[in-house]
Nanobody, 128 residues
Framework: QVQLVESGGGLVQAGVSLSLSCAAS????????MGWFRQAPGKEREFVAT???????YYADSVKGRFTISRDNAKNTVYLQMNNLKPEDTAAYYC??????????????????????WGQGTQVTVSS
C-alpha cells in the first residue's frame, strides 16, 4: 500500500506561481515512480508530468517550460512547481504513484491506467 497526501492548491491570479507537494507513505519512496495529472470539470483526466526513480522527467506539451516536477527521496515527497499559471491550468490536480520493476517508455507514464495509487486531489484555480 502507498498513501499519498497532497497539499499546496489554492486560488491564484494568472501569471503567478504555485507549488504542490505530495507526501508518500507506506512504501519506500525510491521504489516508486510518481506522476501528476489534472482534471477539469467535464474533461478527462490529463497527464501533466512524471518523474522516475532515476530522476528522469517528462512533461505534457501544455506545461513544458512552466512546470517542474521533482522529488526528495529523504522526505518521501514529490513536488510540482507551477510557474506563469494560466486560466486553462484550472483543474483538480492529482498525485499518482506506480510501483515498477523495469523501465517503461514515456507513453506508459502518460496513461492514468498505469498508476496504482492516487491522492485525494487538490484544487488549483487560476483567475484572470
Amino acid at each position: 500500500q502507498v498513501q499519498l497526501v497532497e497539499s499546496g492548491g489554492g486560488l491564484v491570479q494568472a501569471g503567478v506561481s504555485l507549488s504542490l507537494s505530495c507526501a508518500a507513505s507506506g512504501r519506500t519512496f525510491s521504489s516508486i515512480a510518481m506522476g501528476w495529472f489534472r482534471q477539469a470539470p467535464g474533461k478527462e483526466r490529463e497527464f501533466v508530468a512524471t518523474i522516475r526513480r532515476s530522476g528522469t522527467t517528462y512533461y505534457a506539451d501544455s506545461v513544458k517550460g512552466r512546470f517542474t516536477i521533482s522529488r526528495d527521496n529523504a522526505k518521501n515527497t514529490v513536488y510540482l512547481q507551477m510557474n506563469n499559471l494560466k486560466p486553462e491550468d484550472t483543474a483538480a490536480y492529482y498525485c499518482a504513484a506506480v510501483v515498477g520493476t523495469g523501465y517503461m517508455n514515456n507513453a506508459y507514464y502518460t496513461s492514468a491506467a498505469s498508476y496504482d495509487y492516487w491522492g485525494q486531489g487538490t484544487q488549483v484555480t487560476v483567475s484572470s
